[in-house]
């Protein structure tokens, strides 16, 4: 069974530009978060989405924004790139309604310059 | 604010020991504890613990929860170079989903051959 999938594996943008990241979730998996790992600062939750709609997000500004599509993959985008957000973006997914256990894809390293 | 802190941030050992790696935590509504392993990019799920005083096992690895003092241990017995990673512990409160996991910033265990 295929995984948590992510592309690309790494991006590098200037300040100013716009990033879109993809996350495919683990078949059979509706619910899909978005993190934030910088260096030194941890996991940050960023994004929660589930059925299609954006459930909740964490205490980052709104050019942090993203969807979910009908087969519940997702994109995360990121507008007016600063050179603090150059961090590892993880997806995870896991089953709505089961135990909030999350698997994790290994990421896109995105960098600002 | 719902807070994890784990200790020590990073560790030297050699292989064959045994390590002990805590985390404790502040949460309102505490619904669960979960721990990580992450080697380069996708943090993998270890354990996830609900209830306190039961250890949960695999292998060399086990864990367990103390909800009246808020903390967790993981321990690590007979250690490999293989156990070397980042070792993160995240808590789940009531809600489920909605403010995602909130994340220590991990243990970085290194063991030496």
């Known amino acids: 069974e295929a995984g948590v999938t992510q592309s690309p594996t790494h991006l590098i943008k200037t300040r100013g530009q716009q990033a879109t990241l993809r996350c495919s979730p683990i078949?059979?998996?509706?619910?899909v978060y978005w993190y934030q790992q910088a260096l030194g600062l941890g996991l940050q939750f960023l994004l929660w989405?589930?059925?299609?709609?954006?459930?909740n997000r964490g205490n980052f500004p709104p050019r942090f924004s993203g969807r979910q599509f009908p087969n519940y993959s997702s994109e995360l985008n990121v507008n007016a790139l600063e050179l603090e957000d150059s961090a590892l973006y993880l997806c995870a997914s896991n089953l709505a309604g089961g135990p909030n256990i999350q698997y994790f894809g290994a990421g896109t390293r995105l960098s600002v310059l | 604010e719902d807070k994890v802190v784990q200790s020590p941030l990073s560790l030297v050992v050699h292989e064959g020991d045994t390590v002990t790696l805590n985390c404790s935590y502040e949460v309102t509504n505490f619904r669960s504890l979960l721990w990580y392993k992450q080697e380069k990019k996708a943090p993998t799920f270890l354990f996830m613990l609900?209830?306190?005083?039961i250890e949960k096992k695999s292998g060399r690895l086990s864990s367990i929860l103390d909800k009246k003092e808020l903390f967790s241990i993981l321990n690590i017995t007979a250690t490999q170079t293989g156990d070397s990673a980042i070792y993160l512990c995240a808590v789940e409160a009531v809600g489920g989903g909605a403010d995602g996991l909130t994340f220590g910033k991990g243990t970085h265990l290194i063991i030496q051959p």
């Open positions: 609900t209830s306190s005083g």
């Open positions: 078949s059979g998996h509706t619910s």
């Open positions: 989405y589930d059925e299609g709609e954006e459930r």
